[in-house]
């Protein structure tokens, strides 16, 4: 199977669980206080449903590929006293209808799977939701709706998709811990220190610096925390020729400023030649295990970084001209220096397999229940991480960086790996936690906003108001998915002339998720 549907998989599933997760959360507490739930969805539904479960006279029916109920209310047309014609809608009477009609029991909720594999819904009874459902707003309240509800009622409904989600997230991690352990590099032990590009360079960083700490705070894994650290701090302290050096950082250093083509900082790690394909290119050129790449095609690539942009920008040039796939490289080995001719293939890989005893892995382990509060801490830290990001969202860089579905499958890896998808989904999980309590209207945080309003003035918003508010904000977030998603079209479609940034570009892939709940 090949990556793309790898991909497409995972992000299916992966949404699915989020988005049923997250509904459940409003499911489970309107059920607390009473409130209906007409439908659960996993999946959208248009026209018809795959299955379809709901009590009906008593019992459980299911139907498969059944088209959608019909409304349960009747169009009115009339004219009013200026002579302009009206809309209204009136109540199908309940009692006239069959036995078996699923219309007669509105009190049960219809659970179903729809046939669009992205997202699902839970429909509450007397909400402006994203289905402007006007039919059974002009009706008049009913006890069982969420209109009827005390101010915190409806405020603990609205917030349960984003409590359930940060709970996933939590439970995810410690689970994670529990089985696979924590792996990470201690940014503090590595045998030839780091590597830094010209950027950095510029700012006083030289290849070899260790960083110890940020404004004083010690650094303690190699991870994109240490890159926030960095473009946060005033001063950044690192060990060079067994000294410590304090480094100025300007106040215009960005999060950006880490994710050009070639990275910010990385491991500095010299291009030694671990294992080898089997009659892979650099077999039959004669390279062995042990030996040192010193140069591509005259390029300097001593290291692991310069080795993967040599190859990288010789597949980039690949696309716009004829280039040469057979590389000369000096190879450093038991000999000496040796210049041999390496046929790279389609991809320009070589077949090697890279040194790594130049940084040691540390693995902690967890048992079940320390994984627990391990876990939780893991979890808000990372939802810490994301909030600070959040920040670029809102620069000419973040503009162009923001990613729709494409961004989001990108993130998961080309081979299934649980480890992995795991991970993935939790981090996604927080991302909607988030975005839904922003307040924006349509969003669960809108409506969070109008209910502690109302909590403060004493005055319920009237339900037109809440109409329009809804409509501004669907408006609204239909332009950024239309947006993000144009940045992944375009950046795929120029990928291989500038970096898109795809890897760091998951920390604005938070539009599509508005749309999935």
């Known amino acids: 199977m090949s990556a793309f549907w790898i991909r497409l998989i995972q992000l299916i599933l992966s949404l699915t669980i989020l988005v049923v997760i997250h509904e459940f959360g409003h499911f489970l507490f309107s059920r607390v206080f009473k409130v209906r739930v007409e439908k659960f969805y996993a999946f959208f539904n248009p026209n018809f449903s795959l299955i379809r479960v709901k009590k009906v006279n008593g019992k459980l029916r299911v139907k498969f590929f059944a088209r959608n109920v019909p409304e349960s209310y009747e169009e009115e047309k009339r004219f009013n006293f200026e002579g302009k014609e009206e809309v209204t809608y009136k109540p199908i009477d309940l009692d006239t209808l069959p036995d078996d009609d699923w219309r007669k029991y509105p009190e049960n909720t219809e659970f179903g799977v729809g046939w669009v594999p992205f997202g699902g819904y839970c429909k509450i009874a007397g909400m402006i939701d994203e ?7 002009q009706q008049e309240p009913k006890a069982w709706e ?48 780091m590597e830094f590009n010209e950027h950095a360079k510029s700012l006083g960083f030289q290849d070899g610096d260790i960083v110890l700490a940020t404004d004083g705070k010690p650094a303690k894994q190699f991870d994109a925390d240490l890159y926030r650290a960095i473009a946060k701090a005033e001063v950044v302290t690192v060990l060079r020729n067994g000294k410590e050096v304090e480094l100025s950082m300007p106040e215009e250093l960005s999060l950006f400023d880490f994710t050009r083509e070639v990275p910010f900082i990385s491991i500095l790690s010299p291009m030694t030649v671990d294992s080898m394909m089997v009659d892979g290119p650099a077999y039959n050129a004669g390279i ?19 080795f993967r942009t040599v190859l990288s920008d010789l597949r980039i040039k690949a696309e716009n001209e004829y280039v040469d796939h057979n590389l000369s490289m000096i190879v450093g080995g038991k000999s000496g220096r040796d210049t041999l001719t390496v046929a790279a293939d ?28 391990a876990g939780i801490k893991y979890g808000w830290n ?37 480890h992995s998808f795991w991970l993935m989904t939790a981090f996604l999980s927080i991302i909607l936690a988030f975005m839904n309590i922003l307040p924006i209207p349509a969003l669960d945080g809108g409506y969070v906003l109008f209910l502690l309003v109302e909590v ?22 239909f332009a950024l998915l239309i947006v993000a998603n144009l940045n992944d079209i375009l950046s795929s479609w120029i990928f291989c002339k500038i970096n898109s940034r795809i890897i760091w570009r998951y920390i604005f892939c938070h539009v599509c998720f508005d749309f999935l709940n």
Request: without cysteine; hydrophobic residues 45%.
């Open 456 to 477: 403060i003035t004493g005055k319920k918003p009237k339900d037109k108001f809440l109409e329009v508010a809804n409509t501004i904000g669907m408006f609204i977030l």
């Open 146 to 193: 969420f209109r009827t509800k005390p101010a915190w009622q409806r405020l603990l409904i609205m917030v349960g998709g984003v409590m359930f989600n940060l709970i996933l997230a939590f439970m995810i991690y410690s689970a994670v811990l529990w089985k696979w352990g924590n792996s990470y590099i201690p940014a503090t032990e590595t045998e030839y220190g």
């Open 131 to 137: 289905s402007m459902d006007v039919a059974a707003m």
């Open 382 to 418: 990372t939802l810490r991480g994301y909030v600070s990001d959040f920040q670029y969202v809102f620069t000419k860089e973040g503009a162009k960086s923001l990613g729709g579905f494409g961004t989001i499958g990108s993130i998961f890896p080309e081979k299934w790996n649980w």
């Open 288 to 306: 062995s295990a042990g030996d040192t790449i010193i140069s591509v095609n005259g390029i300097p690539a001593q290291t692991w970084t310069s």
């Open 346 to 373: 389609a991809d320009f890989l070589i077949g090697i397999y890279h040194f790594t005893d130049e940084y040691q892995v540390k693995q902690e382990e967890y048992g079940f229940f320390s994984s627990i509060p």
